[in-house]
């Protein structure tokens, strides 16, 4: 079964500045998708970005980008100019190509700090 | 399109009632979910169909949780009698079919705050 860690529990960062948010993930598949979602105090999913696994070129939306390293099974996202709106919980997740379902990992806090 | 729709937002019962939650889903989307989110547990998938049909309902906790999806449109989670433990924010969820350009990409919901006293 595939599992998705995500090892920060909560991170913080100054307005204006970038973050780094980590996940790691297993698999034995060669192709799959990669997900962010954000989770602001509303609770509504939100997807942020998403990386298929045969692309090799990362990600990228407005801000938001993605350090996509298959043979490390590392998958990190990356905030550039940080926004008072961007606090939220920001869920990592799992799917495998042909098979719809999203397995997630258990989140980051992201706390912005005027 | 008015995402996906759930109801109701929030609901307080007593342990032992029937509790039904509802969902529409994206028009056109073949896929649909249940996911349930806790403190100690995260997101967990309960159930999901494609076209209509169960495919994994693996993820169901108990036979007091049941799912339906009668049409292409409307959706069902069903917990009958419920427990205080069954207190969580119930999330559905659609998505396309695998041919699209969106495929995997699931569009939640604003989800159903669960409060079984």
């Known amino acids: 079964a595939q599992t998705v860690t995500q090892s920060q529990p909560e991170m913080s960062v100054q307005e204006a500045e970038t973050v780094t948010l980590s996940c790691t993930y297993d698999?034995?598949?060669?192709?799959?998708?990669l997900f962010w979602y954000k989770q602001p105090p509303s609770r509504q999913m939100i997807l942020v970005i998403r990386?298929?696994?045969?692309?090799?070129q990362n990600a990228t939306e407005n801000r938001f980008s993605v350090n996509f390293q298959k043979a490390a099974k590392s998958f990190s996202l990356k905030i550039s100019d940080s926004q008072l709106g961007d606090a939220a919980m920001y869920f990592c997740?799992?799917?495998?190509?042909?098979?719809?379902?999203?397995?997630f990992g258990t989140g980051t806090r992201l706390t912005i700090i005027p | 399109d008015a995402g996906v729709i759930q109801s109701p937002r929030h609901e307080v019962t007593e342990m032992g009632q029937e509790v039904t939650l509802r969902c529409k889903p994206i028009?056109?989307?073949?896929?649909l979910f249940w996911y349930r989110q806790t403190m100690m547990r995260g997101l967990e998938l309960l159930i999901y169909?494609?076209?209509?049909?169960?495919?994994?309902d693996s993820g169901m906790p108990e036979d007091r949780f049941s799912a339906k999806m009668p049409n292409a449109s409307f959706s069902t989670l069903k917990i009958q009698p419920s427990e205080p433990r069954d207190s969580a924010v119930y999330f559905c969820?659609?998505?396309?079919?695998?041919?699209?350009?969106?495929?995997?990409?699931?569009?939640f919901g604003a989800g159903s705050r669960l409060t079984v006293l």
């Open positions: 169909f494609n076209n209509n049909v169960p495919i994994d």
């Open positions: 969820a659609s998505s396309p079919n695998q041919g699209s350009s969106g495929a995997n990409v699931l569009t």
């Open positions: 698999t034995s598949e060669s192709d799959y998708y």
């Open positions: 990386q298929e696994a045969y692309k090799q």
């Open positions: 028009s056109g989307h073949d896929y």
């Open positions: 997740a799992y799917s495998n190509f042909g098979n719809e379902k999203l397995t």
